[in-house]
């Protein structure tokens, strides 16, 4: 590594299995084969689970280990200056056969007192659904602390959740202490603050891998939980060849392209590093010469010292991603 340039960065795929996986991450994304697959980190500096480079001079290097040698050369001043030697985005692709528990995010605040991490504001985008699934976001309609209560305990809650119907190509955004829940038979990527702190609240009377009922966390969600109702997907437009604005938040800028032609990329007044999600066909990139192939499903770092690109692909959708 000492004295290696930066360049665009794949990472090998961390794939976990869940109760609630499926197959889809290996039949139509290419992840490696494991029972029960529900999610591929693909880009993470989560403790236990730090993403490790897997091609190039770089090679066989973990973020962790890039961030503390390139800094704000990999980050971005910006994001060196706020979030120091902490990675600050999770980046992921969810299948989900089953249901996942209906659950909540903690804040920044809670997150960091109780947990000694981040919150987690998130948002999905639709690659893939089977027909008539659904996500589960919101009550169906407001709903008092007590009745909720009510419902916790006689095990009703699915009974008052908001569900909407998804098809590819459509995108939410859950903030923190949304109700929310992947419905079976989707298949989405996930941007999300860097943490792992889930509070479930149930989770359909099943056993976990281990034969176990998993743990619920009705108790820390009260401080959390947002009682309110009428979730709706986010609006963007569907030119070609046009960057369409998902989602900007303070943690994260997500935007979408399909691509017909080639596109020249300015990250100059970008003080942060990018990554791209291939979510449907294939993209290349251009960096100096070098070519980068993405495949759907395959994401790329890029880090902040490198300011010019081209998109290429004929018909291919990518999301990009950075820290405003």
């Not at 659904?134 to 007590?146: E, G, M």
């Not at 010292?305 to 291919?316: F, Y």
Request: net charge negative; proline share 4%.
């Amino acid at each position: 590594m000492p004295g290696s340039k930066l360049y665009p960065l794949k990472f090998h795929p961390i794939v976990q299995s869940k109760v609630w996986g499926g197959n889809k991450l290996h039949e139509i994304l290419g992840k490696p084969a494991t029972e029960n697959a529900g999610e591929s980190w693909e880009l993470s500096g989560v403790p236990g689970h730090v993403s490790v480079v897997s091609d190039g001079p770089l090679s066989g290097s973990d973020l962790n280990e890039l961030i503390k040698k390139y800094g704000p050369e990999l980050l971005g001043h910006s994001v060196w200056k706020t979030y120091g030697e902490e990675f600050p985005l999770l980046f992921k692709f969810i299948d989900a056969k089953q249901d996942l528990s209906i659950q909540l995010h903690p804040n920044d605040e809670i997150a960091r007192s109780r947990h000694g991490s981040l919150g987690k504001t998130e948002m999905w985008y639709i690659m893939q659904a089977d027909e008539g699934s659904r996500l589960i976001i919101d009550f169906d309609k407001p709903i008092s602390k007590k009745d909720y209560l009510q419902h916790l305990e006689l095990g009703t809650l699915s009974e008052v959740m908001g569900e909407v119907t998804v098809r590819a190509g459509d995108s939410y955004f859950i903030s923190p202490g949304t109700v929310h829940a992947i419905g079976g038979g989707i298949l989405l990527a996930e941007i999300q603050q860097s943490s792992d702190i889930t509070y479930r609240l149930y989770d359909w009377d099943r056993p976990g891998t281990d034969g176990k009922m998993r743990e619920l966390h009705t108790e820390e969600a009260l401080d959390v939980i947002q009682f309110k109702s009428g979730a709706k997907a986010l609006e963007f437009g569907k030119e070609k060849d046009c960057w369409h604005n998902l989602k900007r938040t303070k943690y994260f800028d997500v935007r979408l392209m399909e691509l017909e032609n080639d596109q020249h990329r300015d990250l100059t007044n970008v003080d942060s590093f990018v990554v791209y999600m291939c979510s449907e066909g294939q993209i290349e990139i251009d960096c100096e010469g070098q070519k980068f192939r993405l495949n759907m499903g395959e994401t790329i770092l890029i880090p902040a010292s490198i300011n010019q690109l081209v998109l290429k692909s004929d018909g291919g959708r990518i999301l990009e991603i950075h820290v405003p």
